[in-house]
């Protein structure tokens, strides 16, 4: 059977409309049922000490000088894309008040009444003394479609 994603088009306007707007929207099923998802930014960047799965949350990182549920990514987390591919937007960073465990993973979370996880994936494990800064600058997070 032929492959039947058109990448430049489809994936590409539904990876932007998940992560470029400042907005809240919904996805509403069709004919088949389900419920309403709706999306709500800004989103926010979490740091995980254990990876998660495609269906499960990882573990976040519990240390001080980070909050709980991440830090925004701002209005619009995520520039246009290009081939399914988008990066973000702003600079994402925190300053430990203590030594931090390794920092293993990632994930990106909506900011709706039950946050919603909508991206993971695994980082160059990172520990942090007292009082080292880590940052994600612009452009350093890529959410990546252009396999689907």
């Known amino acids: 059977m032929p492959n039947m994603t058109d990448r430049p088009n489809l994936v590409t306007k539904i990876i932007q409309a998940i992560l470029t707007s400042s907005t809240a929207f919904s996805i509403t099923p069709g004919t088949g049922g389900g419920s309403v998802f709706t999306i709500t930014p800004p989103?926010?960047?979490?740091?995980?000490?254990?990876?998660?799965?495609?269906?499960?949350?990882?573990?976040?990182?519990?240390?001080?000088?980070?909050?709980?549920?991440?830090?925004?990514?701002?209005?619009?987390?995520?520039?246009?894309?290009?081939?399914?591919?988008?990066?973000?937007?702003?600079?994402?960073?925190?300053?430990?008040?203590?030594?931090?465990?390794?920092?293993?993973?990632?994930?990106?979370?909506?900011?709706?009444?039950?946050?919603?996880?909508?991206l993971q994936g695994a980082i160059t494990s990172v520990t942090l003394a007292n009082g080292n800064t880590l940052t994600f600058p612009v452009a350093s997070i890529s959410a990546d479609a252009s396999a689907w």
């Open 43 to 118: 989103h926010k960047l979490r740091l995980m000490t254990a990876q998660g799965t495609n269906v499960t949350g990882g573990t976040e990182l519990s240390a001080t000088g980070y909050t709980a549920g991440g830090n925004t990514m701002g209005a619009t987390a995520f520039g246009a894309p290009s081939a399914g591919v988008a990066t973000n937007s702003n600079s994402v960073s925190w300053t430990a008040g203590a030594a931090w465990s390794a920092v293993v993973a990632i994930e990106i979370w909506d900011t709706s009444g039950t946050p919603q996880r909508l």
